[in-house]
């Protein structure tokens, strides 16, 4: 294999060449980072690389593999980080000019844990600032490009996790999810996004947007990947009390599993409300291949889903503005315009909306808890749209005009409010060649069902290979 050609790699297909060291994790990351030189300028997925450290991490990984130190799947692999994951002595800026030039000493645990497994670590990549938006518009690093289109957005707020994962700019990568940030650019960037159930993973050293809604997670090119990453990241942390003291599951080992019988359900009135022509046509194409694949699939009616985005909108507004209140007194005008819009909207609602909005949460989780009491798995599209291009702020839905992010985040954020694990990943493409996300939720704590019916659907896709030219 060429050299040039490793950027292209799974984790799995390249760990296996790694721990038969038919490859060594130098070449792996002097790939990838050649890969970033050529490719980056049209992507603008990065916003720090950190090419001596990756050189360096390679170099110790190297050694460890020749000296019959493996360490797992991970050893030696080339992954980015997103730009709100604090790292000891690199810059963390949150894609904001606020944060510009802090480097925290410390850090994530989520960081600490990729570094025990010998992942190497390439950089930090673009984001909506402050993770509060859906396009990765960003007014101070740039826009962040969808390799499938650079006209349109990648969606957001990981924006530059999916982009840099699906042009092959890093073998896979680690972002942040409050309201469908993981799972909404990896629907539109054709990649695979877990957001795994609140409190698997710790969010110690996560900058936050709104801390009873943010999840941290993997972007990956497989779920094979998504799978082998959560192995690593998952368990209970002293440092995040949110975080549970459970098991976790060998996830790997799940994908294996039969999906015969399994019981899958969509919420029709919700799913099939301001859906996209080419969106519902791809969904429905799914729901019947996973029913050859042997899964049940029924309709369900779960009428309460139709206030998420509201709930979901006034619980961040309101967690959002509590935490930036004292920074937005005294900078306000070094945030972006979209983003101090909506802090400054947070700083009027009333306590009585908040717990309003959290008395309308515990209801949204009741309900799925109900609908997942006798199924395994709920299905919905991961966007309502393909896509929107770079700078839209409406879409066209059928005879509707609708707000883009609206129309991005309506499908993802019960599973925020919720906590409840949720995966995308592609099911399709558009006439215009853009990716098409199949969301799958599942029980708390169930993500090996979720990986489980994915990895099933995945293997049976005509389009698993396809990749954006760039």
Known sequence: MKRDDLCFLT?????????????????????????????????????????????????????????????????????????????????????????????????ATLVERLKAAGAVILGKVNMHEFAYGATTNNPHYGPTHNPWDIERIPGGSSGGSAAAVAASLCIASIGTDTGGSIRIPSSLCGVVGLK??????SRHGVIPLSWSLDHAGPITKNVEDAAWMLQVIAGVDPKDPTTRDLPVPDYAAALRGDIQGIRCVVPRDYVYERLDKEVGEAFRSA????????????????????????VELAIILAEASSYHQETLRKRAGEYGPDVRAFLELGELLLATHYLKAQRAQSLLRQDLKEALREADLLLTP????????????????????????????????????????????????????????????????????VLRLAHAYEVSAPWKERRPIL
């Open 11 to 107: 984790i799995g297909q390249l760990s296996e060449l790694l721990r038969k060291k038919e490859v060594s994790p130098v070449e792996a990351t002097e790939a990838v980072l050649s890969r970033i030189e050529q490719v980056d300028e049209r992507v603008h997925a990065y916003i720090t690389v950190t090419r001596e450290d990756a050189r360096r991490m390679a170099q110790e990984a190297e050694k460890a593999i020749l000296s019959g130190n493996y360490l797992g799947p991970l050893h030696g692999v080339p992954i980015s980080l997103k730009d709100n994951l604090s790292t000891r002595g690199v810059q963390t800026t949150a894609g904001s000019k606020i944060l510009q030039g802090y480097i925290p000493n410390y850090d």
């Open 196 to 201: 795994q159930t609140y409190g698997r993973v």
């Open 287 to 310: 729901l019947c291949a996973l029913a050859g694949l042997g899964a049940r699939v029924e309709e369900i009616s779960l009428p309460r889903l139709a206030h998420a985005p509201a």
């Open 382 to 449: 991961t966007a309502a749209v393909a896509a929107p291009r770079i700078g839209e702020e409406s879409i066209q839905i059928g005879q509707e005009t609708v707000d883009v992010v609206g129309a991005l985040i309506r499908l993802t954020c019960p599973f925020n409010l919720t906590g409840l694990p949720a995966l995308t990943i592609p099911c399709g493409f558009t006439r215009a060649g853009l990716p098409i996300g199949l969301q799958i939720a599942g029980r708390a704590f169930d993500e090996a069902t």
